[in-house]
Structures are given as C-alpha cells and as structure tokens.
C-alpha cells in the first residue's frame, strides 16, 4: 500500500517562504502523481500543485502560479513543493495525494493520501 508522508508546514509572515516535503513508498509502477491539495477553514478541498513522474509535468492552481514551484526526485520517491510569496489566504492544511498515472484537480479521483500539515499565514 502507498504510504505519503509529509512535512514542512508551520507559521510563518507574509511574504514568507515554506517547503513542503512528501515522502512516498509502497509502490512500484513508475508511471505516477503526486499531487498537493489544500483545505483551508470552511472551504473545498482544492488542488494546488501536481507533478507526473513519467514525464516530468508539471501542475499549478492559477491562485499559486508564479510563487510555489513543485519538483521531484524520483529515485528518492520525493516531492518538494517550495512555497513563496505566502498570503494569509494560502493558510490551509496541505495534504499530498498518490494516483496512478496524471495529475487531476479532481480530488475523488486520488488513491492514497497523507496526514496533511498545517501551513499557516500571518499578515
């Protein structure tokens, strides 16, 4: 069974930058994604970032385009996901999700997911 593991999150300014790590294990195809989903306080869980391991492709929500940069390291079964330019609205728990082949924002459509943590924003 996939097992995700993450880290990273914490309290941190606007302005600020965190990195947010997920650890992968339990699998052995090599066609896979790894995505990052956000839930914030009363609302919808939302895709943030993703990334496919066959192709290198990458995945951003247009509210993190241009300030979170998501990367890999496929032998290590690893995924940064290097968060800048924080806002107060980027306060959420982040969790990271496991599917079989590409990136989808559609939530329900992910197999495996971690434990999440807390991402949180101060002005």
């Known amino acids: 069974e996939v097992q995700l593991v993450e880290s990273g999150g914490g309290l941190v300014q606007a302005g600020g930058s965190l990195r947010l790590s997920c650890a992968a294990s339990g699998f052995t195809v090599v066609d896979y994604a790894i995505g990052w989903f956000r839930r914030a306080p009363g609302k919808e869980r939302e895709g943030v970032s993703g990334i496919r391991s066959s192709s290198g492709s990458t995945y951003y929500a247009d509210s993190v385009m241009g300030r979170f940069i998501i990367s890999s390291d496929n032998a290590k079964n690893t995924v940064w996901l290097q968060m800048n330019s924080l806002k107060p609205e980027d306060t959420a728990v982040y969790y990271c999700?496991?599917?079989?082949?590409?990136?989808?924002?559609?939530?329900?459509?992910?197999?495996?997911w971690g434990k999440g943590t807390l991402v949180t924003v101060s002005s």
């Open positions: 999700a496991w599917r079989h082949g590409d990136y989808t924002n559609n939530w329900l459509s992910w197999d495996y």
